[in-house]
């Protein structure tokens, strides 16, 4: 099948090296230089632009920054493709953005589909992602096998902005859980626990996590490179606030994870993981972890 790609960022690259390893032909328009080089010598096609992308393909997928680059990149690809074809994105944007290329793609005769993923990229190399999908149920069932490609649990959740909504739901969750995992250390290194021994009772603990065990073991090594940086958490953040205030929804937990976010990134923190706010929580304490001699772990 002939595949156009756009974006192949830290989630997009692996996920559309999936499928080249399924042996579709992708068509690639990717601006960075590295990233465009990287992905040709997996095999893709170089495009010149998203218009080029789309042109001749049976499906188009987007892997875009923010709520711009899709507004942007939507009707350039319905202006390279032809009607009945279908159009995938799998960023975190919006609702509102959302709606509106949906909009378009109905009067392109595009079939289109809200499809963000959940999981890291290292996940999204081992093909172990989780998709969320809206929109039609005809397109769904289409793209099933081409979704499965980076992850086998695909989860369809209605036909319009549901997937949006659900992926800003758990990156609510997200948020909140690293801000719990801040205070709850900078609390116990406070207390003399041992770095070690608060990660490992954390980690076989009733609270215990999938992602609570992911961020223990950066956490274990001082590791703060970013799997997904604080400024990609205050993106979504401003994200989730604006839906509860176009909802009625108070979230005066995601505002205050918000703020505490925000010192981070006053902090010049970022470029760093959003874990980095463990950082931060240990700065306002005045409480560094308690680490063994022989530990080389950075205690900024």
């Given at each position: 099948?002939?595949?156009?790609?756009i974006?192949?960022?830290?989630?997009?690259?692996?996920?559309?090296?999936?499928l080249?390893a399924?042996g579709?032909?992708?068509r690639?328009?990717e601006?960075?230089?590295?990233?465009?080089?990287?992905?040709?010598?997996l095999?893709a096609?170089?495009a010149q632009?998203?218009?080029d992308?789309?042109?001749?393909?049976h499906?188009v997928?987007s892997?875009?920054?923010d709520?711009?680059?899709?507004?942007t990149v939507?009707p350039a690809?319905f202006?390279?493709?032809?009607?009945?074809?279908?159009?995938?994105d799998t960023s975190?944007?919006?609702?509102q953005?959302?709606?509106?290329?949906?909009?378009?793609a109905?009067a392109a005769g595009?079939s289109y589909?809200?499809a963000?993923?959940?999981?890291t990229p290292?996940?999204?190399?081992?093909?172990?992602?989780?998709?969320i999908?809206?929109?039609p149920r005809d397109?769904f069932?289409?793209?099933?096998?081409l979704l499965?490609?980076w992850?086998?649990?695909?989860r369809?959740?209605?036909?319009?902005e549901?997937?949006?909504?659900?992926?800003?739901?758990l990156?609510?969750?997200?948020g909140a859980?690293?801000?719990?995992?801040?205070?709850a250390?900078?609390?116990?290194s406070?207390g003399?626990?041992r770095?070690?021994d608060?990660?490992d009772?954390?980690?076989?603990?009733?609270?215990a996590?999938?992602?609570?065990?992911?961020k223990?073991?950066q956490?274990?090594q001082?590791?703060?490179?970013?799997?997904?940086?604080?400024?990609?958490?205050a993106k979504?953040l401003r994200?989730?606030l604006?839906?509860?205030?176009?909802?009625?929804?108070?979230?005066?937990l995601a505002a205050l994870v918000?703020?505490?976010?925000a010192i981070s990134l006053?902090?010049g923190?970022?470029?760093?993981?959003y874990?980095?706010?463990?950082?931060?929580?240990?700065?306002l304490a005045?409480?560094g972890?308690?680490l063994?001699?022989?530990d080389t772990?950075?205690?900024?």
């Open positions: 099948m002939n595949i156009g790609w974006g192949a960022g830290k989630m997009g690259m692996p996920m559309m090296a999936s080249l399924a579709h032909a992708v690639l328009y601006p960075a230089n590295i990233a465009r080089e990287q992905a040709q010598a095999g096609t170089r632009n998203p218009a992308a789309a042109r001749d393909a499906a997928f892997s875009l920054p709520d711009a680059a899709l507004l939507a690809v202006e390279g493709t032809a009607p009945g074809v279908l159009y995938v975190t944007v919006s609702p953005a959302s709606a509106t290329v949906a909009r378009a109905e595009v589909l809200r963000p993923v959940s999981g290292v996940q999204a190399h081992e093909r172990a992602l989780t998709t999908v809206s929109g397109a069932e289409a793209a099933r096998l499965s490609r992850g086998p649990n695909l369809y959740v209605g036909e319009q549901q997937a949006r909504s659900m992926k800003l739901v990156n609510l969750m997200v859980t690293a801000a719990m995992m801040a205070e250390l900078a609390l116990g406070k003399g626990i770095w070690d608060l990660l009772v954390m980690a076989s603990s009733a609270l996590s999938p992602l609570l065990k992911v223990a073991a956490l274990r001082r590791d703060f490179s970013p799997l997904f940086s604080c400024a990609q958490m979504d994200l989730i604006a839906a509860g205030s176009d909802a009625d929804v108070p979230l005066p918000s703020q505490l976010n006053a902090h923190r970022g470029g760093e993981d874990i980095a706010s463990v950082m931060t929580a240990e700065m005045a409480a972890p308690v063994d001699d022989d772990g950075d205690a900024r």
